[in-house]
């Protein structure tokens, strides 16, 4: 049996799971995204897609750890400090990445349609870029989640300042940090600013932060991660397993499907009064930190459900 893996052979998700399914006596595909189109080939002919110029034909369950596409950075002073970037020639990239992205994705719906199981299909992958729409959907089925503004009106964000306390503010798209309104954001110069591109505006829970896994019909995993900063990753200073009450297993299941995921890594708040509240659901989280952190064996588990799907 072949299972594929589309990520990278250099990517630490990709080749830990790919070890896992070796182990267990799989054959596995890396379909490498990365370095696409420079080293490796994807065609689609006649509609059926072709890897390396091999079909994949025999392969019921891709996991789509990594599509690489490009995306730009946010802090541009970083880069142009870095030197790194090359500014000859980003019309022509831009245009390629374009007409890239375009086979990328055409390529794996077309997995879709041809009865694979994708775990995760690429159209949730857009709920991750697509931060408003993903809210939206969870709110819309029940699910509790944080006001939220995503605006480039001020006068809006004023309005919105009335109904919640502390607000905190990231990209619509994702991609950078979370962070709490301060009095100089409040600044005539700053507000401007959203006349250039608008910004995701979300009412500040207070608490814990939780990421709980999710795959198939189960919590598989779950943690609470202590943290000084208001988001915690790069700072999560201890992680402690947490059993979640049975409601809110229920809710964080209810909450994946609805984003059409068979595996998650779902970011929590826990309030003081100790309800919950939804912040976002992963597509491809990361788990290896969390799982060797609390010990508990979340790549095993995936592995062993894509070998299930796979009968
Ligand atoms: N409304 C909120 N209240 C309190 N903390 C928040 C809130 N929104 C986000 N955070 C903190 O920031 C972290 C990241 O938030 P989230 O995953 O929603 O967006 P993002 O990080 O911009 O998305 P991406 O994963 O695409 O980078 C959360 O896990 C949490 O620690
Ligand atoms: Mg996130």
Redesign the pocket.
């Known amino acids: 049996m072949r299972i594929g893996i589309v990520g990278a052979e250099e990517e630490l998700h990709t080749w830990y799971v790919k070890d896992i399914l070796e182990e267990l006596g799989v054959e596995v595909l890396v379909v490498d995204t990365l370095n696409y189109p420079a080293r490796v080939t994807f065609s689609i002919k006649n509609g059926f897609p072709l890897y390396q110029e091999k079909e994949v034909e025999d392969i019921k369950v891709f996991y789509l750890r990594s599509v690489f596409y490009s995306h730009p950075p946010y802090d541009l002073e970083e880069l142009r400090k870095s030197g790194k970037f090359d500014y000859d020639g980003w019309y022509e990239n831009y245009v390629a990445e374009r007409e890239r992205q375009s086979q990328l994705t055409s390529w794996l719906k077309i997995l879709t349609l041809r009865g694979k199981k994708l775990v995760n299909p690429i159209e949730s992958f857009d709920l991750?870029f697509l931060?408003p729409f993903q809210i939206t959907l969870l709110q819309r089925n029940g699910i509790p989640v944080?006001k939220t503004l995503v605006t480039n009106n001020p006068r809006e964000l004023f309005r919105f300042r009335e109904e919640v306390k502390n607000i905190?503010y990231?990209?619509v798209?994702?991609?950078?940090?979370?962070q709490l309104m301060n009095d100089k954001d409040w600044s005539k110069e700053r507000l401007q600013l959203l006349y250039n591109a608008p910004v995701?505006f979300?009412?500040?829970?207070e608490g814990d932060?939780v990421r709980a896994y999710v795959l198939g019909d189960d919590v598989i995993s779950s943690g609470v991660i202590y943290?000084d900063n208001?988001?915690?990753?790069g700072h999560e200073k201890r992680i402690e397993k947490i059993i979640l009450p049975d409601e809110i297993k229920e809710i964080c299941v209810k909450a994946m499907k609805i984003c059409g995921m068979a595996f998650t890594g779902i970011?929590l708040?826990m309030k003081p009064d100790g309800t919950f509240v939804i912040?976002?659901c992963?597509p491809s989280p990361m788990f290896i930190g969390f799982e060797k952190a609390i010990g508990e064996p979340i790549g095993k588990k995936l592995a062993q459900f894509l070998i299930s799907e796979s009968y």
């Open positions: 991750h931060k944080p905190v990231k990209p798209a994702g991609g950078a940090g979370c995701f979300q009412e500040y829970i932060n943290t208001v988001d915690y990753r970011d708040k912040l976002e992963n």
